[in-house]
């Protein structure tokens, strides 16, 4: 089951901030996050597990809600190298994710 | 730094013909995935393979589309015939771990496939 990630886009200005949710209507085993840039492949960015634990980028603040079956991706400060499509992927169990349509950011001078 | 390899990055067939795509993980990566991406959506899991063996292939058209990983490494995706909504980029992703939901995933260039 596909989770549901809003806002579909969102226009920030340099040094603006920026939330992209992530949602499932079933608990979670695991919420995972991608940057995919025009052209590219989709990059890894974090792993937020349920019970509290975390794998990924330092610099990447993300938060995980497992009664709300729900994650948020905070983008502070932005930067234009942030512009890309940003993804979700949600976990039932340990060995079935799926990703979410995406999330559009674009940051502008 | 190590990458996973794709094969061809672009490929544009004819309808009723056949393709293959061919992904090599990087090394010792337990599990590989096919994507499909179609433009301006997520990617789609089309089969997950830990080693040689396939875990999950419930999303992959199975009249038209098969995939392999004949000893542990790499593999191909073969889709005959092609029909005109197969169209995407084919994303091929591998992970050091065995478990999707725990394993951070390592994404090669994709193959983007036009059929006309």
């Known amino acids: 089951q596909q989770p549901v990630q809003s806002p579909q886009a969102v226009i920030l200005r340099e040094g603006e901030d920026a939330v992209i949710n992530c949602s499932s209507s079933k608990a979670l085993y695991s919420v995972h996050w991608y940057r995919q840039k025009h052209g590219e492949a989709p990059v890894f960015l974090m792993i937020?597990?349920?019970?509290?634990e975390q794998k990924g980028h330092d610099k990447i603040s993300a938060s995980f809600n497992e009664k709300k079956q729900q994650s948020s991706l905070y983008l502070t400060a932005s930067q234009l190298s942030y512009s890309g499509t940003y993804f979700c992927?949600?976990?039932?169990?340990?060995?079935?994710?799926?990703f979410g349509a995406g999330t559009r950011l674009t940051v502008k001078p | 730094e190590a990458e996973v390899a794709q094969s061809p990055r672009y490929k544009i067939t004819e309808k009723s013909q056949a393709v293959a795509f061919w992904c090599d993980p990087i090394s010792g990566h337990a599990t590989l995935y096919w994507y499909r991406q179609i433009l301006g959506q997520g990617p789609e899991l089309l089969v997950q393979?830990?080693?040689?063996?396939?875990?999950?292939d419930s999303q992959l058209p199975k009249d038209r589309f098969s995939a392999e990983r004949l000893k542990g490494v790499d593999s191909t995706l073969k889709i005959q015939p092609a029909e005109l909504g197969d169209s995407a980029m084919y994303l091929c992703?591998?992970?050091?771990?065995?478990?999707?939901?725990?394993?951070?995933?390592?994404f090669g260039p994709g193959t983007r496939l036009t059929v006309l």
């Open positions: 937020l597990l349920k019970g509290g």
């Open positions: 992703a591998s992970s050091l771990g065995r478990l999707a939901g725990y394993n951070e995933q390592f």
């Open positions: 393979f830990q080693d040689e063996s396939v875990v999950d």
């Open positions: 992927g949600t976990a039932y169990n340990n060995n079935d994710m799926r």
